[in-house]
């Protein structure tokens, strides 16, 4: 009689144990864990969320050129996490999502306000695919295939990441990434993962199972610090950026789904905490993303850019240099 195989304790990921993986679960060193089920009811039965409007009105979408080359740097905003950036000759995507919903469902689920700041059809040839962790607001299985088949790019995302995206489309070009690690594939840039504090899930069952990451990418054009999402943590993160590569040309920093703060905090840096964290990192430029497409917090729709003003204004920095990007709008990014 054969043995029934046993269910691995993590689907995703299997490694020896680290400074922030303990053998089944990531996690962050010194941080929070995520809230619990109690904690999700406490705060959905709380009253406080805001209204948002059904539907905001897309002016113009951008149609990007096919590439940006020398010393330019251009980012076009789709929406939420998800960016063009252009640099070098080559193509970024970050965390790309042209689904209607951030969601497993196709019916319920936050629903996007916007349409996306670039039509589909209307993308530059893409080179490099970022996905930064696996909630559903930025890894988006829909659109990854479809940019699969019409582009075919090489896909970065940290460990475990990439299981699910090769259970989807096993052919994909994929790099799995821990903290620390660096890609040299393509001629004029690097890509290094480095730690921000946040978590994982797809399911109920799956908490903490693959890991996140924030990116860093070397460039001829300048250094960029793109985090998909993060908590303050004290900073820490950022000086750890700081100390490691000295200052940056663009900081691409989530200010949005932050509210109430007592179960966001440790996950969600609010506007005041980025405007933190672009001090410390010596950028040059910033970009605000995570907000105006998705609700996923109870803050209202334009809370994130009014609190943005508010921060940059207590902190002496002029605006022109920390940009909350709406969807189809560019910000070709000034050389430091």
């Known amino acids: 009689m054969s ?8 689907p995703y990921y299997f490694g020896p144990p680290t400074d922030h993986f303990d053998g089944v679960r990531f996690f962050n060193p010194g941080g929070v864990e995520p809230g619990t089920l109690k904690d999700v009811w406490k705060w959905q039965t709380n009253g406080q969320k805001s209204r948002w409007p059904k539907k905001v009105e897309l002016p113009n979408p951008a149609r990007p050129a096919d590439h940006v080359k020398g010393a330019d740097l251009r980012v076009t905003m789709v929406g939420h996490a998800s960016m063009l950036i252009q640099v070098a000759g080559i193509n ?21 306000v916007i349409r996306p700041g670039i039509e589909f059809d209307d993308l530059p040839p893409i080179d490099v695919v970022l996905v930064t962790h696996n909630h559903y607001d930025h890894l988006d299985m829909k659109t990854l295939v479809r940019l699969n088949e019409e582009h075919g790019p090489h896909f ?8 699910i995206i090769h259970n989807v489309i096993p052919e994909a070009k994929m790099s799995a990434v821990d903290w620390g690690d660096r890609l ?21 069952n799956d908490r903490r199972m693959a890991l996140w990451a924030a990116f860093v990418l070397e460039t001829p054009a300048g250094r960029i ?13 950022y000086r750890a950026a700081a100390e490691k590569y000295g200052d940056f040309r663009l900081a691409i920093l989530p200010v949005g789904a932050y ?23 010596n950028a040059a430029y910033a970009i605000g993303h995570h ?3 998705f609700q996923l917090t109870d803050e209202a729709i334009e809370t994130p850019v009014h609190d943005l003003a508010i921060a940059l204004e207590a902190a002496e920095i002029a605006p022109t240099r920390f940009l909350p990007l709406r969807a189809g709008e560019m910000f070709d990014v000034p050389d430091r």
Request: glycine share 10%; hydrophobic share 35%; with cysteine.
């Open 92 to 112: 970024i995507l970050t965390d790309p999502v042209w689904s209607t919903r951030a969601s497993p469902l196709s019916f319920a689920g936050p629903k996007r």
């Open 156 to 163: 970065v995302t940290p460990l475990g990441n990439d299981t």
């Open 259 to 281: 509210e109430p703060r007592w179960f966001m905090k440790g996950q969600h840096q609010n506007p005041q905490e980025a405007v933190q964290g672009f001090r410390i990192v």
């Open 184 to 204: 040299d594939y393509w001629d004029g840039l690097s890509i290094i993962a480095e730690p921000c504090h946040h978590w994982s899930a797809r399911g109920m």
């Open 225 to 237: 610090y793109h985090i998909g999402d993060t908590g303050f943590h004290d900073g820490i993160n």
């Open 3 to 10: 043995a029934v195989p046993r269910k691995p304790a993590n």
């Open 291 to 293: 907000f105006g497409t």
